[in-house]
C-alpha cells in the first residue's frame, strides 16, 4: 500500500542536513551556553549562529531573536508579555475571530486579569479587513494580534495593511506567522509588525524549537522567571541541539523557498482542480489564490470529517481535520464556523498539507482514492439521503 502524508501543517519531518547540524550537540558540545568554559563557548557560539539564521529569514537582527519552545509558546509570550509590559497605557486587545487557540486562549487570560478583548470578524474567505481592524481600535488599546497565515484553510492576511492602520493609531502589533514563516517570504521590516512568531517543525526543523521576534525597543515582560537566558526575556537552559536544528531549517528554507513554493503551488493546484472536479458538493475553504503553497482544504457535505480521516488512513494517506491543536477536539471548527460555513458543512473538513517529499503519484493517488471515499460515506449518510430525496422530488 503506497503511504502518502499530507498532513505537513501538523509537522514536517526532520530533514537530513538539519538532523546532522544537530547531531554534535548531543554527543561531542553538549557543554551549557552560560558556561564560562571550553564546552560552554562551543555551544554559546551555536546558539550565536542560529539566532542569525532565524533573525535572516525574516528580515531582522539576531538580538531581536527570543528562542522558545514551540510556536504556542512564542504566541503566548508575545500576547501576555507585551500586553503586560503595556497596561498602564491601558488595557484593550484585538485579535481576529480564526486565530490559533494559543493566541485566543491567551487573550481570554487577559481578560481574567481585567484586560478587554476585541475579536474582530472575517469574510467568506478568512480574511480581516483593515478597516475593520481600524474601527475595532480605541484610545486605550495596547495591543493587536492577526495571524499572518491561517493553518486550517491556508489565507494569507493583508498583514502590510493591517500594520499601516495599527501603527497609525501607535499600537503594538503582533502577528502569529508559525503557519507562513519557512513557507512564504517574510520580511519584518517591510510588514510593519512589532513581534512575529515562528515555529521550526513547520519548515523541517525539529519539534520543541521555536522562536518569537522582537521589535528592538519594544518591551515584553518574561512568562519564565529564572536565570539570564535569552538576555532575560525567557529562563530556561537553552535546548541548544533543537536550536541548532532550528538555524538550519531556516538557513535552507531562505535558499530553496522560491523552488519550494512554486512546486507545491503547482501540485496543490493539481489537488483542488482535481477534488472539485471529481466530487459534487465540496467546498474549497479558505481563499481561491490568496493562500498557503501547499495548503488544500475542503468540507465535503453531507459527512463528518473524522470518518473520511479513517479511511483515508486505511489507504496509507494521511491528512487532517482542522489544527492539530483541534483535530481530536471533534467540534466543528471555529475558523470555518468564523467564515459563515454552517455546522454541518464544517463537520465535514478535510485539510491536506502538501510538504518536499509529496509527488505528483501522490496527488494521483488522492485523487483516485478519495471519490470512492466520499461516496461510500454519504450512501451511509443520512443527511444525503434526504437531500437525494428532495432533488428526486423537483425533478
Not at 197 to 224: D, E, H
Not at 372 to 388: E, G, N, W
Amino acid at each position: 500500500m503506497r503511504s502518502v502524508y499530507l498532513d505537513n501543517a501538523a509537522t514536517t519531518r526532520v530533514l537530513p542536513e538539519v538532523l546532522d547540524a544537530m547531531l554534535p550537540y548531543f554527543k561531542d558540545y553538549y557543554g551549557n551556553p552560560q558556561s564560562l568554559h571550553r564546552w560552554g563557548d562551543a555551544a554559546r557560539e551555536a546558539l550565536d549562529e542560529a539566532r542569525e539564521k532565524v533573525a535572516a529569514l525574516i528580515g531582522g537582527q539576531p538580538e531581536e531573536i527570543i528562542f522558545t519552545a514551540s510556536g504556542s509558546e512564542s504566541n503566548n509570550l508575545a500576547i501576555k508579555g507585551l500586553a503586560r509590559a503595556q497596561q498602564a497605557k491601558g488595557k484593550h486587545v484585538v485579535v481576529s475571530a480564526i486565530e490559533h487557540f494559543s493566541v485566543l486562549n491567551s487573550a481570554q487570560t487577559l481578560e481574567k486579569m481585567g484586560f478587554e478583548v476585541t475579536h474582530v470578524s472575517v469574510d467568506r474567505y478568512g480574511i480581516v479587513d483593515p478597516e475593520e481592524v481600524a474601527r475595532s481600535l480605541r484610545g486605550d488599546t495596547i495591543l493587536v494580534s492577526i495571524m499572518h497565515a491561517n493553518t486550517e484553510v491556508g489565507t494569507i492576511q493583508p498583514i502590510r495593511e493591517i500594520a499601516a492602520v495599527v501603527k497609525k493609531a501607535g499600537v503594538a502589533f503582533h502577528t502569529d506567522a508559525v503557519a507562513a514563516a519557512g513557507n512564504i517570504p517574510i520580511d519584518v521590516k517591510t510588514l510593519g509588525v512589532d513581534a512575529l512568531s515562528l515555529a521550526g517543525n513547520q519548515f523541517y526543523g525539529p519539534k520543541g524549537a521555536a522562536a518569537l521576534w522582537v521589535k528592538k525597543g519594544t518591551r515584553i515582560i518574561p512568562l519564565i522567571d529564572g536565570g539570564v537566558q535569552e538576555n532575560g526575556r525567557r529562563a530556561g537552559t537553552e535546548n541548544v541541539p533543537a536550536i541548532v536544528g532550528l538555524g538550519k531549517a531556516a538557513e535552507l528554507a531562505r535558499l530553496e523557498m522560491d523552488s519550494r513554493g512554486r512546486r507545491l503551488t503547482t501540485l496543490r493546484d493539481k489537488l483542488i482542480g482535481g477534488v472539485l472536479s471529481r466530487i459534487d458538493r465540496t467546498v474549497l475553504t479558505g481563499h481561491p489564490a490568496q493562500r498557503l503553497p501547499g495548503n488544500a482544504s475542503f468540507c465535503f457535505e453531507f459527512i463528518e470529517g473524522e470518518s473520511i480521516l479513517m479511511l483515508l488512513d486505511q489507504q496509507g494517506i494521511a491528512a487532517s481535520s482542522g489544527s492539530a491543536c483541534t483535530s481530536r477536539a471533534l467540534k466543528a471548527s471555529h475558523v470555518l464556523i468564523s467564515m459563515g460555513a454552517p455546522h454541518e458543512i464544517a463537520a465535514g473538513s478535510i485539510l491536506f498539507t502538501l510538504g518536499l517529499d509529496t509527488t505528483e503519484e501522490d496527488i494521483d493517488y488522492v485523487l483516485e482514492v478519495l471519490p470512492p471515499i466520499v461516496d461510500r460515506l454519504r450512501q451511509m449518510s443520512p443527511l444525503y439521503a434526504r437531500f437525494v430525496k428532495a432533488q428526486a422530488g423537483r425533478s
